[in-house]
């Protein structure tokens, strides 16, 4: 199959500039993307619990048919990409981003506001600004990066990433008991629109992806993708009930205190900053392999910790645990699967976008599988199965993913 590069649509675009690497201006963009999604990101699963008058099925119904209609539009982006650019397809991702957001403002100050629509044209738009967004920024991220200091730069970008993480949280709930959710919307958007400007200085990087829509989906659990999509989906599962049911539970666990939520989420934070600089330069000099061996055996653990513990004190102690759990385990992950993403050579953006649809199914799968859970039993139930499913299933994707992933 003859798989060219594309000229880049926009490759003389006055604000180029060819002679900088491209990772720190995607870096900078990502940061600052980062700051506007966990200022308001792990209050979004309360909002919504809220909203709905905590009927947590509905909030887990909303994330389930968000995730559902992820899946198929990655190959629409990716084709859309394809014939702009990926800078062009992480300004849209972008833009959608900032539409999510404003429903959710006017969602909040407006409640009797066609509330309707404002609640399905949040759920739309983050679907198109996940699905134009990450597989570009991740292409991009695996391109530019240096395969000698892989490990150093990724543990440093995390690391970053943590830095702003101590802040933004304790500030999104301050805002939200001081004034409202409105105040704290209304800081995301400054802060989604401010990220855009760094995309114009971003170094091109044009591809071409070969795959049909139907063949991408026939690849998917191929024999050449079928360990790293059982990997995919088992982070997906994982991850979903960190971002939906984790947030949810701790509202429930400090009794409804917003403050309180996000001056947690910086603690945990500032303990494992440190570790995070820490794993990304011993990366670089020890076989990722057996690190991230060992971060599936913490992590495992630290989900059986959490799925029992229900005082402020049990959850602070369950966190701290998980979250070095969580380093051992992500920060090798990361660094392997962006080592396997820049070998894929011009197949890079269709191992990504790979990538991403077996995130996104296992994310909408967890959440159909707690919608049935949750209409039977209690949140606390349900938080528990859902740890020991997303258990099981990151166990088998890491346990497989070695036999795609020989680096390390």
Request: aromatic fraction near 16%; charged fraction near 10%.
């Amino acid at each position: 199959m003859n798989h060219h590069r594309k000229s880049e649509a926009i490759s003389t675009h006055r604000f180029d500039v060819t002679h900088l690497r491209g990772l720190p201006a995607l870096s900078l963009n990502r940061l600052i993307g980062f700051a506007a999604s966990t200022v308001i990101g792990i209050f979004i699963p309360i909002f919504l619990y809220e909203y709905f008058d905590q009927q947590i099925v509905l909030v887990l119904l909303w994330f389930c048919i968000m995730y559902a209609l992820r899946a198929p539009l990655f190959v629409l982006a990716a084709k859309f990409f394809s014939r702009t650019s990926l800078i062009l397809s992480m300004i849209v991702g972008t833009l959608a981003w900032i539409v999510h957001y404003s429903a959710l403002y006017f969602l909040e100050q407006y409640p009797l506001w066609h509330s309707e629509w404002l609640i399905v044209l949040s759920l739309l738009a983050v679907v198109v600004s996940a699905s134009f967004y990450w597989t570009p920024f991740n292409v991009d991220f695996s391109s530019f990066g240096s395969k000698k200091k892989r490990g150093a730069e990724e543990g440093i970008f995390l690391a970053a990433q943590r830095l702003i993480g101590v802040l933004t949280p304790i500030l999104g709930g301050w805002l939200i008991v001081t004034y409202d959710y409105g105040s704290t919307f209304l800081v995301g958007i400054i802060l989604v629109v401010s990220s855009i400007i760094p995309l114009f200085f971003l170094k091109h990087n044009p591809v071409q992806y070969e795959y049909g829509f139907f063949e991408t989906f026939r690849l998917l659990f191929s024999k050449k993708y079928r360990y790293l999509t059982l990997s995919m989906i088992g982070y997906g599962a994982e991850s979903s009930v960190a971002y939906v049911v984790w947030p949810i539970f701790l509202f429930i666990v400090f009794a409804g205190n917003h403050f309180s939520v996000g001056a947690f989420a910086t603690v945990i934070v500032l303990i494992s900053m440190a570790a995070q600089v820490f794993l990304g330069k011993y990366l670089d000099h020890h076989k990722k392999r057996k690190i991230l061996n060992w971060g599936v055996d913490f992590f495992a653990l630290g989900w059986l910790i959490k799925a029992f513990v229900s005082t402020p004190m049990g959850v602070f102690f369950a966190s701290t645990f998980h979250s070095f759990g969580a380093i051992l385990m992500g920060t090798p992950l990361s660094t392997m699967l962006h080592e396997k993403a820049a070998d894929a050579g011009h197949y890079i953006d269709e191992f990504t976008t790979m990538r991403e649809i077996g995130t996104t199914i296992g994310r909408a799968a967890m959440m159909l599988l707690l919608v049935a859970i949750v209409s039977i039993w209690s949140i606390n139930i349900a938080f528990v199965a859902a740890a020991a499913v997303s258990l099981l299933m990151s166990l088998l994707g890491r346990y497989k993913v070695g036999q795609i992933l020989k680096k390390g």
